[in-house]
Each structure stands twice: as C-alpha cells, then as structure tokens.
C-alpha cells in the first residue's frame, strides 16, 4: 500500500509500476518536457529583465540571471535574446555643444592620464551633456568617483553658465568630504571648469584641478561613458514636458538605477553602491606640486 506516503518518499521504481509505465518511457518524457519547461521560464525572465533594463546587452542580463539563481551562460542568453528579438533603443543625432574651450581662462596640465587609483575620492571626473526637452534644451552636469563610477554630484538647468557645474560640485563635496590634498578633479577644457569661480572651490578644498588634452576624447572617458549609459537607457526612451519633469526622472535614474542597480563590467558586475560597499575606505595622496589658477569668472 501507498497510503500515508508522500511523493517524495516513493522511489521512481515504484511509481512507473504503479503507473504501469517502463522507466525508460518515464525518462524518455521528462527528457522531452523538462527542458523545454526550463527554457519557457528562462525566456520568461531574460524578457522581463530586458524589459526593466532596456538597454542591457546579453553579458549583463547573464550576469543578473546569475544574481537571481538561474544557470545561463552568455551564449545561451545570446542566443534566446536574438531569437526573441530583444533589441536596444537607437540613439538621437543632433548633438548640441556644451563645451566651449575658446576662453582667456588658464588651461592646466592634465594629471590623470596613466594614475593608478587605489580607493575612493582619488580622482573626480566632471563633464557636461545636454538633454533634449519638448520645447527646449536643459543641460545637465555630473560628477563621477573614477574608481566606483558612482554619480556623487550633479545639476541640471536650461543654462550652460558656471553655476551649473558648480551646484554639481557643492552636491560632490557635501556628499564625500574629500580629505584635504587627497584628491585630483578632471575635466574638459570648458569654461565652466577654467573659470575662477569654479576654480577657487577647488583651491579652497585643497584639489587639485587637471584637465584633458586638445583633440583627446579618451582622457575624459569615464565620465563620457556614464553619459553614454544615461542617453540610451534613459533619455532616449523618455519624453520630458520641462526641466522639471526632466530633473525628478534623471534623478530616480541617477539614484535608484544607475547607482544602486546597474551593474558594471568594470567592477565585477557589480552596481556602483555594492561595490563601494564590499571596499576599505582608502585614501591616497596626489603629487604635491601646486597649480596656479585664476581668480573670477566674469
């Protein structure tokens, strides 16, 4: 008799003679409808997080499946992506400048080519980039720990004037309080970043400024790479009514997605907050020679 005995206690012997079936008919079945249930369930997943993460390509969405418990190779997630045609948002061709580097303002050297960064608040990279709004243009503009990625300051406005950068900057120092001498400040060449206002917080916070080389789209790439990551998986796809509505959703990007969610190739697949998270607070000195910079914007 069987009574009183759950499934689990009755082997697979005496269940196919229970059923009258051969256990190779058994197998021969469950090899047939198992995997295929498998792949249903793993399809399920890649679409719902392709769908949540618009712009993820296949390693990342491999990486997430592997955070949730499934066992998908690269490959696999591939080859399921491109038979269920899963494909990424296009990018927007008009392209307003932001930077204007024709300016009286003194140029400094650039100090973070080839630095090799150890821990947080080591070396900051600053840029700007615009957004394109219903009737208008807002500009926004972001700072980025080198060694997280992670956004720690920014602004957005409908202006490119010194203050955008500036109120970026303030968020900066409030947020991680860098120590003294401790950390290097990269950016283009533009006026927002030559000019005395901007460069008398720097000096007053004992950072030293560095700036990128003419006709050099690399020196900055860190920086240009979260902007590339903030276009397509959140602009692109957005329709603002004015800055306003444009400020509220980049910052649940910024703050829910980009920071605490996203995960980086660049740090073990990991997002920017959980990375910081798992490191020892280091700190590491920069070279002590001093840059002379210039007074006021004006």
Known sequence: MTAGLSQGEIGIERLCRLAGISRAGYYRHWQGSAPRQEE????????????????????????????????????????????????????????????DSRHGWRVVPNL?????????????????????????????????????????????????RAELAIAALDMALAARQPPPGSLIHHSDRGV????????????SHDIQPSMSRVGNPYDNAKAESFMKTLKQEEVYGSDYRDVEDAR????????????????????????????EAKLPK????????????????P
């Open 112 to 160: 973070a080519r080839g630095m090799g960064l150890t821990g947080l608040d080591q070396l900051w990279v600053a840029d700007i980039t615009y957004v394109h709004l219903a009737e208008e243009f807002a500009y926004l503009a972001i700072i980025l720990d080198a060694f997280s990625r992670k956004v720690i300051g920014w602004a957005m406005e409908t202006h490119l």
């Open 192 to 203: 927002q970043y030559a000019c005395g206002d901007y460069t008398k917080i720097l000096r």
């Open 248 to 275: 509220d959703r980049i910052r649940s990007f910024i703050d829910e997605v980009y920071n605490r969610q996203r995960l980086h190739s660049a740090l073990d697949y990991l997002p920017p907050e959980e990375y």
């Open 40 to 99: 249903t369930g793993l399809r399920d997943v890649i679409q719902k997080l392709a769908l949540a993460h618009r712009h993820y390509g296949y390693r990342r969405i491999a990486a997430q499946l592997r955070r949730e418990g499934w066992l998908a190779n690269h490959k696999r997630v591939l080859r399921l992506m491109g038979e269920d045609n899963l494909l990424c948002l296009r990018r927007a061709v008009f392209v307003p400048s932001t930077t």
């Open 282 to 297: 280091l700190s590491g000195a920069i070279s002590p020679h001093s840059i002379s910079i210039t007074e006021n914007c």
